[in-house]
Nanobody
């Protein structure tokens, strides 16, 4: 059974940093891509970043390029999202998700992911 567990959210002032962690289990890592998504109240869930576990290829939404960094620790089977220079508009519930055999051109689509964590809240104050 695949499980995905996130942690690391919180309240931070604009310009600050947070690091989110995600620990998936029950899956064959080489077959999967791991993504970070976020959803603000009244908005659709949007893809923030993605990493392909076997190749290490990464993708980012334009809104976070240069500020967020996705990484993985193969030894710990843990995914991270380092978020720097945070802005109030980054405030959202952040989700970690896993997708098997994900075409890279749709890395951003939540419909391609079939295993989701419970989410962790990130709030950036101005």
């Amino acid at each position: 059974q695949v499980q995905v567990v996130e942690s690391g959210g919180g309240l931070v002032q604009a310009g600050g940093s947070l690091r989110l962690s995600c620990t998936p289990s029950g899956l064959t890592f080489d077959d999967y891509a791991m993504g970070w998504f976020r959803q603000a109240p009244g908005k659709e869930r949007e893809g923030v970043s993605c990493v392909y576990w076997s190749s290490g290829s990464t993708y980012y939404a334009d809104s976070v390029k240069g500020r967020f960094t996705i990484s993985r620790d193969n030894a710990k089977n843990t995914l991270y999202l380092q978020m720097n220079s945070l802005k109030p508009e980054d405030t959202a519930m952040y989700y970690c998700a896993a997708a098997q055999h994900l075409p890279n051109k749709v890395w951003w689509s939540p419909y391609e992911y079939n295993h989701w964590g419970q989410g962790t809240q990130v709030t950036v104050s101005s």
